[in-house]
């Protein structure tokens, strides 16, 4: 339990999640009004306009990706110890809320994009601490 740092942690997860808001939302307004649109009706149409439009879809793909890659990274540098465990588990907030949703079944995406962010999540967090872990590996050269 020692190796856990809990605000790496909670500090990675919160960076990773709303990071990751904020930049789809920037991405989505180009395409849908977030001050005319209900915030009900602006899941719906994001979704769809996702699913309908492939750079799109990529684009917050990609930015989500990174996300999670920095979060994970940031995890691991602030708990400057077991950097792949506490990489991977600033995935957990990520992980969490696909859950809920899945469970309340509250979304307007389908299935397979939340089963592929539980699975990738948690990977891409852990290529975060990986790097952070590489990047105290690498000599400096004075």
Partial sequence: MRKISLVGVLVGSAIDVVLSSVLVIFIMSGVISVFDTHPDQYAQLAAHAMLNDWRLFFMTFVSRSACSILGGYIAAR??????????ALASLLC???????????????????????????????LLGGYLCLRGKRVPSSA
């Fill in 95 to 125: 992980v969490a809320l696909e859950i809920k949703v899945l469970l309340t079944g509250a979304s307007a995406f389908p299935l397979w994009v939340h089963l592929s962010s539980i699975v990738m999540s948690p990977a891409l967090a």
């Fill in 78 to 87: 602030i708990a400057k110890r077991a950097e792949l465990l506490n990489g």
